[in-house]
């Protein structure tokens, strides 16, 4: 297939291409990858393959060319939610609610194997305390090592680390639930038949308040408090056997260190892939960051260390 003759379309932070084909009646989307294929063509097609088993809306696979490095599927077209979103005068709380509804249909899957299209086994893995931390420490890896040198960066390194580890010691429910992993609305797409989810290869079993952590406080898109606490209450009103201030407490435990997480991975994808788009955000990242820790105390300790090491003018800084 000559990729020259298809329309590519806006991709994301992995290492996929993503391209239109037009059908006789209908289009379909090419995925191309060359590396790290398995997660991002095979599992991204198993996980797609288990939603739509469950009954949610996910794009299916139409036809396996892994030896030739690419995947075709369902076309779910242009509409993402965070356009809609973004619109003036639009109800957003509406549009955060059907989410939510989307949401605890995630929750309640509990398939843990899934046969690839490779004829494989795929088990999905657990969101173990050691993967958590290793993914908080990539802002000690690539970003912190831009703004503080020498010995004091050590010093700093570990004293963070183990706030990290800290605050996932204090993560109160244990029970793991099937969790997206990046659930946002730019990976929710509107559909004729509803909402569609992509870019699902990296679910994994873990903390109930994860994947809301990601919907409230996302990078990508700007809400303000009265609405984030709105969403908040709201998936507590659905989910009655929650405890809210214990459900509260992992929650913003998990939507500090992902939001590090993703500075880590913002500034990697800059240094490493040499891609420099995702780094405006980063100042963004870190005002989520700061909405979590002020005026919180078991933050406290966290907030001493990244007020004296990273001041406003860094956390505002965009390269």
Avoid at 41 to 59: D, M, W
Avoid at 177 to 184: E, G, M, P, Q, T
Wanted: net charge positive; with cysteine.
């Amino acid at each position: 297939m000559n990729l020259n003759n298809l329309k590519k379309l806006s991709g994301d932070a992995s290492f996929r291409s993503f391209y239109r084909k037009k059908n006789l009646k209908q289009t379909s989307v090419i995925v191309y990858c060359k590396k790290q294929k398995k997660i991002n063509l095979v599992i991204y097609a198993a996980i797609n393959k288990l939603l739509i088993k469950k009954k949610l809306l996910a794009p299916k696979l139409i036809n396996n060319n892994y030896n030739k490095n690419y995947i075709e599927i369902e076309d779910f077209g242009d509409l993402i939610v965070s356009q809609f979103l973004r619109k003036k005068k639009v109800n957003q709380l509406f549009f955060y609610k059907k989410i939510l509804l989307l949401l605890k249909k995630i929750q309640k899957i509990k398939t843990k194997k899934i046969k690839t299209f490779l004829n494989t086994e795929y088990k999905i893995p657990n969101y173990s305390k050691e993967i958590l931390i290793n993914e908080s420490n990539l802002f000690l890896k690539w970003y912190l090592p831009k703004f503080i040198k020498g010995e004091r960066k050590n010093v700093i390194k570990r004293k963070i680390s183990k706030i990290f580890k800290n605050l996932l010691n204090s993560l109160i429910y244990k029970k793991k639930i099937f969790i997206h992993r990046d659930f946002h609305v730019s990976n929710i797409m509107v559909t004729k038949k509803g909402f569609g989810l992509i870019d699902s290869q990296d679910a994994v079993y873990g903390n109930i308040a994860y994947d809301l952590a990601s919907l409230i406080d996302d990078v990508r898109l700007k809400t303000n408090k009265k609405l984030k606490d709105k969403i908040f209450n709201e998936f507590i009103k659905i989910n009655k056997s929650l405890d809210k201030n214990k459900f509260k407490n992992d929650f913003e435990i998990l939507s500090i260190l992902r939001n590090f997480k993703i500075i880590g991975i913002f500034s990697r994808l800059s240094a490493r892939d040499r891609k420099h788009k995702y780094l405006k955000l980063i100042p963004y990242a870190w005002k989520l960051i700061e909405n979590r820790i002020n005026n919180n105390r078991k933050f406290s300790e966290l907030k001493k260390i990244i007020d004296k090491n990273f001041p406003e003018k860094i956390r505002n800084y965009e390269n």
